[in-house]
């Protein structure tokens, strides 16, 4: 049971959003920009960067809402979404991805794990400015969502395919003008 | 050195948020709301909160920042804000900021770590729900600010009067988005 009290029936994030529709609006113009507005990073490798700092947070929630609309704008099934998140430095995705995806593992750990090496292999790999900052920006911002769930101990549907079956209606609507009772 | 080309000679997320205003603005009014606007818990007792998870955290400027601002906001009860950095009692501190400081420290190890026992110890000491979420997002929130200002490797003063204006800023302004200079 949730640690407050939020409207009934709405798992996650939907629960405290629901309730505060005034921090609700900046965090979902937040997602909004870094996850789907126009970005060199493609809509699909943003949502890879959220689903595993949200896996690497253990967050059942966000990894599995953030993997389903990752897993639909990559195009791949559950089982190569898990490859993924849990092995991405053998995934199927660009050098350069995995730089990013290794600097913000360390995000998830702490800033400063964040080492000088790491910026600038993304960068040889090239990896712009932006991507890095977005790339950075992205992971603690998850580090957020991810204790904002936790922390209120929120509840969430245990059957995963029902993330994967709505990704497809979430990647339409987007962030900014997200209704947490849909 | 920053770790991405930000303005030059300016602190912390202020270089950020200047070099990316499209996520700043939404970063700032989230703030804005959380630490300033209208809540049970006064934009003191707030910016503890902040403090306490950005000691925690490790992070230089957004303590030494939000810091500031408390001691600004808390007047001649300033004293408080080195208790809450170096975790110590003190009678400036009632009982629901205490049990309210102990969620946001379990929040800002993992939102796992908040327990019934955490929550039900908050509301013998009259924290309310609002309270409660509110302790929650103030404590997440500054888990992705610590991580944002370090993980760029932003530049962090290190002389500590250098704080007070920023904290001074704070307390009478809230959080403006910083304009880029215009050459």
């Keep these: 049971m949730a640690h407050i009290q939020l409207p009934d029936g709405l798992p996650g994030i939907r629960g405290p959003m629901a309730l505060r529709p005034e921090t609700s609006k900046p965090l979902n113009e937040l997602a909004e920009v870094l996850l789907r507005a126009d970005n060199s990073l493609t809509r699909g490798e943003r949502e890879l960067i959220a689903t595993y700092v949200s896996y690497l947070n253990d967050c059942f929630f966000c990894q599995n809402a953030h993997g389903g609309l990752a897993q639909h704008y990559l195009s791949c099934d559950l089982e190569q979404m898990d490859k993924m998140k849990i092995h991405p430095e053998t995934a199927p995705i660009s050098e350069k991805m995995k730089a990013l995806l290794s600097i913000s593992g360390s995000v998830q750990k702490g800033g400063k794990h964040v080492t000088a090496g790491q910026i600038e292999k993304a960068k040889g790999l090239g990896a712009t400015d932006l991507e890095i900052h977005d790339t950075v920006l992205i992971a603690a911002a998850f580090c957020m969502f991810n204790r904002y769930v936790d922390g209120l101990g929120t509840w969430a549907p245990q059957d995963r395919m029902f993330y994967v079956n709505r990704a497809k209606t979430r990647a339409e609507e987007g962030y900014a003008n997200y209704n947490p009772h849909n | 050195m920053a770790y991405i080309n930000v303005p030059e000679g300016v602190p912390g997320i202020r270089s950020l948020v200047m ?114 979420h509110d302790t929650v997002l103030i404590a997440a929130t500054f888990s992705m600010f610590n991580r944002y200002v370090d993980g760029l490797g932003s530049l962090t003063p290190t002389d500590p009067t250098e704080y007070v204006p920023m904290g001074k800023r704070l307390a009478t302004m809230g959080y403006v988005l910083p304009q880029q200079q215009k050459n």
């Design chain 2, 19 to 132: 070099f990316r205003p499209e996520t700043g603005r939404h970063l700032y009014q989230l703030t804005q709301v959380l630490l300033r606007d209208p809540s049970p818990l006064s934009p003191a007792e707030r910016e503890l909160i902040a403090t306490h998870v950005s000691a925690r955290n490790n992070c230089m400027f957004c303590m030494s920042s939000h810091a500031a601002a408390a001691r600004e906001l808390l007047e001649e009860k300033r004293d408080v804000v080195d208790c809450v950095i170096h975790n110590q009692s003190t009678p400036h501190l009632s009982d629901k900021m205490k049990a309210l400081l102990n969620i946001a420290g379990k929040v800002q190890q993992s939102g796992k770590l908040v327990t019934d026992e955490d929550v039900s110890q908050a509301r013998q000491h009259d924290a309310s729900d609002r309270d409660i």
